[in-house]
Nanobody, 121 residues
Framework: QVQVQESGGGLVQAGDSLRLSCTAS????????MGWFRQAPGKDREFVAA????????YYLDSVKGRFTISRDNAKNTVYLQMNSLKPEDTAVYYC??????????????WGQGTQVTVSS
């Protein structure tokens, strides 16, 4: 069993940066792929980024490539999402998830409660 908790959201202006953190409990954290998803009001939850248990393979939503970077520190049971050059369309609740490395929401077993990111224009 893995429990995950996001932090680091907030209100920023367009062009600013934020770093989200996701801390997981459980001894098996390092065995899981980790993903970040987001959900804007009235929209489906969408994939943002993911990386393998080793951190060697990363995947990104096209619209965030070059702006967002996902990374992990298995010694700290933490995965990060560095978000640069934020845009108003990045506004959403961001969720961290643990599971098989994939872009599909349904493939992740464990989810956090989410952290709000709001980007003003």
């Amino acid at each position: 069993q893995v429990q995950v908790q996001e932090s680091g959201g907030g209100l920023v202006q367009a062009g600013d940066s934020l770093r989200l953190s996701c801390t997981a409990s459980g001894r098996t954290f390092s065995r899981y792929g980790m993903g970040w998803f987001r959900q804007a009001p009235g929209k489906d939850r969408e994939f943002v980024a993911a990386l393998s248990w080793s951190g060697s393979n990363t995947y990104y939503l096209d619209s965030v490539k070059g702006r967002f970077t996902i990374s992990r520190d298995n010694a700290k049971n933490t995965v990060y999402l560095q978000m640069n050059s934020l845009k108003p369309e990045d506004t959403a609740v961001y969720y961290c998830a643990a599971g098989v490395v994939t872009t599909r929401v349904g493939e992740y077993d464990y989810w956090g409660q989410g952290t709000q990111v709001t980007v003003s224009s």
